[in-house]
């Protein structure tokens, strides 16, 4: 898969306190982009794009998990 063309940002949700976050490119036709912003070349996951909103519609729904 050529993700050269991958425009990433960090996702909405993350903190500025160096915490857990993720970095989402949404840009690809078909297809939806995910990764550990802190560890970059660590792996990618891919996903359909009604899949990834799916997951974040129900995330919004569920809320902060503490």
Do not use: H, Y
Not at 28 to 34: A, C, K, R
Request: aromatic share 6%; glycine share 12%; hydrophobic share 40%.
């Amino acid at each position: 898969m050529d993700m050269s063309q991958a425009q990433w940002r960090k996702s909405t949700k993350s903190g500025n306190n160096g915490g857990a976050c993720v970095e989402v490119a949404d840009n690809l036709p078909g297809i939806v982009l995910v990764r550990d912003t802190k560890d970059r070349d660590g792996g990618t996951l891919a996903f359909a794009p009604a899949a990834w909103a799916g997951f974040v519609d129900l995330a919004k729904r569920l809320g902060p998990v503490a």
